[in-house]
């Protein structure tokens, strides 16, 4: 079973600036079937990017998905209040197991 | 539009039982597997089980094997969450959400969530 950690657990930023987060699998991902979500306290989650780097219907092009086998990435290019949250990262090619999380909080 | 709406939460005791269920519209409930996903109080997205279209596969996550049951009614659009020998640790919000299409090549993650329903493990 593959397993995504993470990091790092907390980002804090500023309004404007640029966000990085990992998410790395204990093996390959097959097919690159990575997925993001975004989750504001209260709400579901809201799916970002699927296959690594495909923006879902809607998804604002300041989010763009990255990487391949068992490293992925995804940046947010300038944060917007909106954009605090956390955030995970999910599998889907076998089991559908999910990340840890990785709060985006205001600085 | 596609909505999910789960219903069926609530309190009950540990080595109780509950049953949750979740009511799909909007599209074509046949074309796709379904999962539940719990989030316990404060804590991040677990993934819980999912379903095939035609119900012939079901996988769990670990800790719920042996005491819940995925199911699902193609002709009422709905899913199901059979939840036995509750334990404290099974305290959350279960989310329902639309899984893989048919073709595991079109497959996009969960694009579509309902809205969640608390279950609470408690005496």
């Known amino acids: 079973e593959i397993v995504l950690t993470q990091s790092p657990g907390t980002l804090s930023l500023s309004p404007g600036e640029r966000a990085t987060l990992s998410c790395r699998a204990s093996q390959s991902v097959s097919d690159n079937y990575l997925a993001w979500y975004q989750q504001k306290p209260g709400q579901a989650p809201r799916l970002l990017i699927y296959?690594?780097?495909s923006r879902a219907t809607g998804i604002s092009d300041r989010f763009s998905g990255s990487g391949s086998g068992t490293d992925f990435t995804l940046t947010i290019s300038r944060l917007e209040p909106e954009d605090f949250a956390v955030y995970y990262c999910q599998q889907y090619s076998g089991s559908r197991a999910f990340g840890q999380g990785t709060k985006v909080e205001i600085k | 539009e596609v909505q999910l709406v789960e219903s069926g939460g609530g309190l009950v005791q540990p080595g109780g039982s509950l049953r949750l269920s979740c009511a799909a519209s909007?599209?074509?409930?046949?074309?796709?597997?379904m999962s539940w996903v719990r989030q316990a109080p404060g804590k991040g997205l677990e993934w819980v089980a999912n379903i095939k279209q035609d119900g012939s596969e079901k996988y769990y996550v670990d800790s719920v094997k042996g005491r819940f049951i995925i199911s699902r009614d193609n002709a009422k659009n709905s899913l199901y969450l059979q939840m036995n020998s509750l334990r404290a640790e099974d305290t959350a919000v279960y989310y329902c959400?639309?899984?893989?299409?048919?073709?595991?090549?079109?497959?996009?993650?969960?694009?579509?969530w309902g809205q969640g329903t608390l279950v609470t493990v408690s005496s």
């Open positions: 296959g690594a780097s």
């Open positions: 959400a639309r899984d893989r299409p048919v073709s595991y090549y079109d497959s996009s993650g969960f694009y579509f």
């Open positions: 909007g599209f074509t409930f046949t074309d796709y597997w």
